[in-house]
């Protein structure tokens, strides 16, 4: 009669929940809507975001690699500014293999490791090699004719090597209190190497709260609100939201609904789960970024509402195993876990979608490196901005990409 008494511990029963709903996360493939929906895009006159408390010893600032390119879309058109995932910034080292594709080992039997391969950190260094040395220290008006003119070159070259340089970003993770049913969201800007960035703005405001109220800003019980106002800003000819000022609330917990506010907190989602590498059909992430070197990214073309398919300009073998795909909802699909490039660009109709125009029919729910900002905050920025000094050229890996602006976003 004793196993008909009731079972007060319901923590195993919890955690069996919980696991089951991951796998369910892990095994669905993951919409459009869905992943949107996981951004955070400030472009209302007024925003409100919560910054929620970092899980599981990470940060409540992390730091990320992507790089910002020219990509191919719809029509064949250029697409400026496209955010693409870095590999060798971002993923752990890989084992290095010799040239029959076996395990390097070092003279302690261990295996060598190299950073991830990213062909656009490649050709960010190939570009910046065909520059010529000049005399280390030589100024400009020290020059003589000759060396003014290889100079000039160098500074052609370097701007050229600069755009496929990956480019430092902040991602934050909280809560849109203007669309709460989306659940966690992620927050990410570009560093700003002259100090007037969303960082810049960001870190004094949550540096005043916690001095003022002596409380940690993303405390679930105590912590606060921010209050974000944009404005257009012109940038090359065009214009683009831009933070004009940010302030904090006062005190306020996550949310009423103790329910409600631990879904929040016991999220699992990471920044690693939004912002993904792009991929397309038939191919991986790594031939994704060499098309987009070759400048020849793949795209889904939809000018022609009676023949959308996918583009893979100059690999016509690509375009057509991309076009003949298995479609049976990703049934028998070897790649059916993927999420294409596409797939952040057209929903279920063939319909663009974007952070601007998602609406609530289009949202579902969905389920490393970083700046420390919640034990405590110092006079120190975290910035590791590097002289823009076009006149020296260093080692390229110190440059870091910080001679780039935070617009676009």
């Known amino acids: 009669m004793e196993n008909l008494q009731p079972n007060n511990d319901l923590n195993a029963l919890k955690d069996m ?29 007024k925003e409100t975001f919560r910054i929620l408390p970092p899980k599981n010893g990470r940060k409540h600032i992390e730091e990320a690699f992507f790089h ?23 993923d752990p080292p890989v084992e290095k293999l010799d040239a029959k594709g076996n395990p390097v080992f070092d003279e302690k039997g261990k295996p060598v490791t190299i950073p991830a391969p990213c062909p656009l ?20 008006e020290e020059m003589n004719p000759t060396q003014l003119k290889i100079k000039e ?3 052609r070259i370097y701007k050229e090597a600069v755009a496929w340089q990956a480019k430092k970003f902040y991602i934050v993770r909280g809560i849109d209190r203007g669309v709460e049913k989306d659940g966690i969201k992620f927050w990410r800007f570009k560093h ?3 100090n007037q960035g969303t960082l810049d703005k960001l870190l004094p405001i949550l540096q005043d709260y916690m001095a003022n109220n002596k409380a940690d800003f993303s405390c679930p019980i105590n912590g606060t609100d921010l209050s974000i106002t944009m404005t257009d800003s012109e940038f090359n000819g065009k214009t683009y939201k831009a933070i004009s000022a940010m302030t ?16 929040w907190l016991e999220d699992d989602t990471t920044w690693r789960d939004v912002f993904l590498p792009k991929k397309a059909p038939g191919i991986t992430p790594l031939q994704y970024l060499e098309l987009v070197v070759e400048g020849n990214s793949p795209y889904w073309d939809d000018s022609d509402q009676s023949n959308k398919r996918w583009v893979f300009p100059g690999h016509p073998e690509l375009e057509e195993a991309a076009n003949t795909r298995n479609r049976d909802l990703g049934a028998n699909d070897e790649n059916e876990n993927i999420e294409y490039a596409s797939d952040l660009d057209v929903d ?3 319909a663009k979608i ?9 949202v579902g729910t969905f389920k490393d490196d970083a700046v420390d900002v919640g034990a405590s905050i110092s006079d120190d920025d975290d910035n590791d901005d590097s002289s823009d000094d076009s006149e020296n050229y260093t080692d390229p890996e110190s440059q870091d990409g910080d001679n780039f602006d935070d617009l676009p976003f």
């Not at 919980?18 to 459009?32: E, I, L, P, W, Y």
């Not at 006062?250 to 631990?262: C, F, N, Q, R, Y």
């Open 121 to 140: 950190c490649d050709k960010y260094k190939t570009k910046l090699a065909e520059q010529k040395p000049l005399p280390k220290g030589l100024k400009k």
């Open 354 to 362: 974007t952070a601007k125009n998602m609406t609530q029919e289009k």
């Open 248 to 263: 904090y609330r006062g005190k306020s917990p996550l949310h009423t609904d103790k329910i409600v506010a631990e879904q």
């Open 192 to 194: 700003n190497f002259r």
């Open 17 to 45: 929940f919980k696991d089951f709903q991951n796998k369910q996360k892990k095994t669905g493939r993951r919409t459009s809507a869905e992943i949107l929906a996981k951004y955070f895009v400030p472009r209302n006159t």
């Open 153 to 155: 070159e160098n500074d």
């Open 348 to 350: 279920n109709n063939g």
């Open 68 to 90: 910002v390119v020219t990509t191919l879309t719809s029509g064949g058109r250029k697409k400026f500014g496209t955010i693409i995932y870095c590999p060798r910034h971002n």
